[in-house]
């Protein structure tokens, strides 16, 4: 019989549910495969541990999922990790992947498990900061089916992963998906200047400075149907509430 699982096992486990859209999590995908023989354990293993990580979180009953309902000790224990302290456990969980990567793989196979957003020379404790952008975009990305989350343009080029809570302002959330909404580059610019926001229903909001140029023909074109629209949900992480609060207080232009 397999080993009970680890608390190192359990978060490669999660970093890899952090990456991968809802409907992947299944034993024929590669990363699954690959995350499998890393660290000793069957794709099936690996694709129903993902599936527990969705029954831990509440606010996937709004997206009306369940998840499974095998949950282990263990299991609660890293996800609430994660949902305290997300950015140090998503750091230690990437070291820990790229241990396992080097111990496993010869050196000119690494690259083949690392993904588009992470080709080229990987050095995450030198150029800590490129690697948050990189990893919070492909979580972002990832979380909203790489579209915009009001809007819904689906160009890659022209998406951005948004903080809902400022960089600068917390530290400990700037990996955090909750803390993230995938927009187009204009409503990215918007939200960050504060001229939209988003209300704890999901719905868009206008500042009365962006309302100004209501009798403008590109305002009309482009943002007045929007207004008070319920934005597309993502698959797995929501909005978290106490981050769209702050911008609600702190960045809108009431």
Not at 103 to 118: A, C, G, R, S
Not at 200 to 220: I, W
């Amino acid at each position: 019989m397999r080993n009970n699982w680890t608390r190192e096992e359990l978060i490669l486990a999660f970093n890899l549910y952090c990456k991968l859209p809802y409907g992947q999590f299944n034993n024929r995908n590669l990363e699954v495969k690959n995350l499998a023989d890393l660290i000793g354990r069957t794709p099936g293993a690996i694709a129903y541990k993902l599936v527990n990580f969705v029954s831990l979180d509440p606010k996937q009953k709004l997206l009306g999922r369940k998840g499974a309902t095998n949950v282990g000790k263990l299991d609660k224990e890293v996800f609430q990790e994660f949902t305290e302290n997300f950015d140090d456990l998503f750091y230690e969980s990437e070291d820990l992947l790229l241990s396992k990567i080097e111990e496993n793989k010869p050196k000119n196979d690494i690259k083949k498990l690392i993904d588009e957003n992470k080709k080229g020379e990987y050095k995450i404790r030198e150029t800590k900061v490129r690697v948050n952008q990189d990893y919070f975009r492909t979580i972002v990305m990832s979380n909203y089916t790489n579209g915009c989350g009001i809007t819904g343009i689906s160009i890659p080029e022209l998406l951005v992963a948004s903080h809902i809570k400022p960089w600068s302002k917390d530290e400990k959330n700037r990996l955090n998906p909750s803390n993230g909404i995938c927009l187009s580059a204009t409503f990215d610019k918007a939200f960050d200047k504060g001229l939209i926001t988003i209300d704890n229903d999901f719905k868009v909001m206008f500042s009365s400075k962006f309302k100004k140029y209501l009798k403008e023909d590109f305002f009309k074109n482009e943002f007045e149907r929007f207004e008070s629209l319920r934005m597309n949900l993502p698959i797995k992480f929501l909005p978290n509430e106490e981050f769209l609060q702050y911008h609600f207080d702190v960045v809108f232009q009431k």
